[in-house]
């Protein structure tokens, strides 16, 4: 009796489909701005510690390390970190929204489509809905490229990140700096697997 039990939850188990999640592979995604000083000069930054997730739902999570921002200057990094984001008190930027999960399970390897995606982003203590414009492309049955076709344009009043840019103008002897900045992604999820339902 019990032998054949352990026959029939094997079975059970074999034959059970895939549930799957899409997670980010921090190494090989990017979300970058540009920052423009003195009215003509344009410098592109990025986050080098990025996490995320598409859940079989089509839910989209993206959740940014500010501390990790990179700008090629060690001490811009700190004021930036400091009198900008604040890290102490904000430690991240987070972005969510949903994308048709129905189109991604019925997308091949090499087949890609532009979308529109409402995503609600929380900094700084405020949250704002936006909508991104990007590129979904296939790679292979368990790897998505999620890319920007048009950047997002996040302003400083909306994350009441105003006063931050005016005392990094300050320090730095500036005569302005931009308080809008354009932000492009290129994230890359790789398709994870449990027991259950599949999302091809």
């Known amino acids: 009796m019990k032998s054949r039990f352990l026959i029939w939850c094997l079975a059970l188990f074999i034959s059970a489909p895939v549930l799957a999640e899409w997670q980010l592979m921090n190494d090989q995604s990017v979300v970058s701005f540009v ?60 972005a969510s929204g949903v ?46 490229l999620v890319t920007s076709f048009k950047p997002v344009v996040i302003s400083a009043k909306d994350f009441n990140l105003e006063t931050g840019i005016e005392a990094l103008r300050k320090i730095a002897n500036l005569s302005d700096i931009a308080t809008a900045v354009p932000v492009s992604v290129s994230l890359v999820f790789q398709r994870q697997r449990r027991v259950g339902r599949q999302i091809d």
């Not at 080098?48 to 079989?56: L, T």
């Open 35 to 94: 920052s423009i000083k003195k009215n003509s000069v344009g410098e592109v930054h990025q986050f080098k510690q990025i996490s995320g997730s598409v859940a079989e739902s089509g839910a989209v999570n993206l959740v940014i390390d500010l501390s990790s921002v990179e700008t090629n200057i060690p001490i811009r990094n700190d004021r930036m970190k400091e009198l900008l984001f604040e890290v102490a008190s904000f430690a991240t930027a987070d």
């Open 99 to 144: 994308i048709p999960i129905s189109r991604l399970s019925a997308m091949k390897a090499g087949d890609s489509y532009n979308l529109s995606v409402p995503l609600r982003l929380s900094l700084h203590g405020k949250e704002k809905q936006f909508t991104a414009e990007l590129t979904m492309t296939r790679l292979s049955k368990d790897r998505l």
